[in-house]
């Protein structure tokens, strides 16, 4: 095993980007040679790493014959492009678009759900990181699919800003601002106003009236755990809040499982933080910046024998994307390179 790799993080500049190299710092990863891509409009641009400059390169001009690992930071139509192309020349890409997801062959992580998924990531070197909604979700669902099945979930996400990238931060902030000060607003990114005001849009809407965004919880859940007989009925929320995504998670089990017995399985699973005391629960705020995923409100449904009710809520930019991706890197490095 190398004792340092080198490493690309294309659209270093974006938000996913930036904090992808904020955790590769912090986790003191293996890093060898660093090179930071975006497109050729922010190409130029100065970011820090580890107390030196970097300087943003131009992706089309790239010659990714010099790396090892690659974390595509990017939208759909620039992975399809450029990460086959990487690893054609032998990198291990960890995309965080959602292009690669659905393919057979193609590998989607969770290292603390399905790590036992890795293996076929050498057939392309593809692998992808599932979408900042299906992450925190699988986390949780994974030890109480395993104890006790799960036939049924009914899930609602509020989602923050910062799923949009810092366009959607900008819009947020823009027009809180021009509101607070009496002036108008006109929508960019969003349909609508997005500063005091919530839409149930997020993502195109599809032919059966779901979003793309409620789809992909769907197909990925369902691909993660192994399962396509699990019911999934999703509703994606884009809300005022600059960072942190936040769930009202429903599931039916298919064997009765306690509030208590719940919380003994979430509190020994890895990734997740159990919220007890007076407020059980956190909040987008709460979680911000940190790497857990945050559990609460726990209660039996009400209106169904086998039904339990769960809050869920983490840092979208980091476990629901970067932190995710760096930890798909270390478990590669430590069992395939």
Not at 40 to 61: C, M, P, Q
Not at 114 to 134: G, R, Y
């Amino acid at each position: 095993m190398n004792a340092f790799y080198d490493v690309a993080v294309v659209g270093a500049t974006g938000a996913v980007g930036a904090m992808v190299l904020s955790i590769l710092e912090e986790r003191q990863f293996p890093t060898g040679q660093l090179y930071l891509l975006a497109s050729k409009r922010s190409a130029g641009e100065i970011l820090d790493f580890k107390g030196n400059s970097y300087l943003v390169e131009d992706l089309a001009d790239f010659d990714f014959k010099k790396t090892q690992i690659c974390f595509f930071c990017t939208t759909n139509d620039i992975s399809a492009s450029y990460a086959p192309k990487a690893a054609a020349h032998g990198n291990i890409v960890i995309d965080k678009s959602s292009y690669f997801r659905y393919e057979k062959n193609v590998a989607l992580i969770v290292p603390e759900v399905n790590l036992d998924a890795l293996k076929p990531f050498n057939k392309k070197n593809i692998i992808a990181n599932p979408n900042c909604n299906t992450i925190p979700l699988v986390v949780v669902l994974k030890p109480i699919y395993d104890a006790v099945g799960i036939s049924r979930i009914n899930v609602a996400t509020y989602q923050s800003v910062s799923g949009s990238g810092k366009e959607g931060i900008s819009e947020l902030a823009d027009q809180t601002a021009s509101l607070l000060n009496g002036k108008p607003i006109k929508p960019k990114l969003y349909s609508e106003q997005i500063a005091f005001n919530i839409l149930p849009h997020i993502d195109e809407v599809q032919e059966n009236g779901y979003t793309k965004e409620e789809l992909k919880i769907i197909w990925e859940t369902q691909k993660i755990l192994s399962d396509d007989t699990i019911k999934i009925n999703p509703t994606a929320v884009r809300v005022p809040v600059f960072y942190g995504h936040s769930a009202a998670l429903h599931i039916e089990t298919k064997k009765k499982l306690t509030v208590e017995e719940t919380m003994r399985l979430l509190k020994k699973t890895e990734g997740v933080t159990l919220c007890t005391g007076k407020h059980d629960y956190a909040s987008p705020v709460a979680a911000a910046g940190k790497d857990a995923v945050y559990v609460g409100r726990i209660r039996e449904d009400v209106s169904h024998g086998l039904g339990l009710n769960l809050w869920v809520v983490t840092d979208n930019l980091r476990k629901g994307a970067a932190l995710n991706a760096v930890q798909i890197a270390e478990q590669v490095i430590k069992h395939y390179l």
